[in-house]
């Protein structure tokens, strides 16, 4: 996972309408990267629902969320469209920047080991900086526990 106070490495993904997002293009505002494992399973719902919820206040107070998995860009438009989701969701189907981010990890399940993405949270600073970490979340409350810092 980064650390608080680092450059928060650039990143370039297709988003669900074949455009091509990169962090730096949101330089002078905080932008919140919410890390997830799969579009429309009931905990990952939870969370994009909240962020949902709370969007207009995000963009009130000045910050942008955006949401990555490993799913493919048309799982996230069908994702977006069913839950009216506001917000840029990131394809990573190669792990390229979860990885970088500190989102993939091991995992257990029933005693089974695996790989997956860790669901964690992080805000970028208007500057490009790391301004607070979220290794572990749980997907219910988190928009609010990340609106009361910001």
Same mark, same amino acid.
């Given at each position: 996972?980064?650390?608080?106070?680092?450059?928060?490495?650039?990143?370039?993904?297709?988003?669900?309408?074949?455009?091509?997002?990169?962090?730096?293009?949101?330089?002078?505002?905080?932008?919140?990267?919410?890390?997830?494992?799969?579009?429309?399973? +009931?905990?990952?719902?939870?969370?994009?629902?909240? $962020? =949902?919820?709370?969007?207009? *206040?995000?963009? !009130?107070?000045? #910050?942008?969320?955006?949401?990555?998995? +490993?799913?493919?860009?048309?799982?996230?438009?069908? $994702? =977006?469209?069913?839950?009216? *989701?506001?917000? !840029?969701?990131? #394809?990573?189907?190669?792990?390229?920047?979860?990885?970088?981010?500190?989102?993939?990890?091991?995992?257990?399940?029933?005693?089974?080991?695996?790989?997956?993405?860790?669901?964690?949270?992080?805000?970028?600073?208007?500057?490009?900086?790391?301004?607070?970490?979220?290794?572990?979340?749980?997907?219910?409350?988190?928009?609010?526990?990340?609106?009361?810092?910001?």
């Amino acid at each position: 996972m980064l650390t608080e106070g680092s450059p928060a490495p650039d990143f370039s993904l297709e988003d669900d309408t074949g455009k091509t997002v990169t962090l730096s293009s949101f330089h002078g505002r905080t932008v919140v990267v919410y890390f997830y494992p799969k579009d429309d399973t +009931p905990g990952c719902t939870k969370e994009a629902c909240g $962020f =949902r919820d709370a969007n207009d *206040l995000f963009l !009130a107070k000045g #910050a942008v969320v955006i949401g990555i998995s +490993p799913d493919k860009p048309g799982s996230h438009g069908k $994702f =977006r469209a069913k839950y009216g *989701l506001p917000f !840029a969701l990131l #394809a990573d189907p190669d792990h390229t920047v979860l990885e970088a981010w500190g989102a993939w990890g091991e995992k257990s399940m029933y005693g089974k080991k695996y790989m997956g993405v860790v669901r964690s949270t992080v805000i970028v600073a208007p500057d490009g900086t790391v301004k607070k970490v979220f290794p572990k979340v749980s997907p219910e409350g988190h928009a609010q526990e990340i609106l009361a810092l910001l």
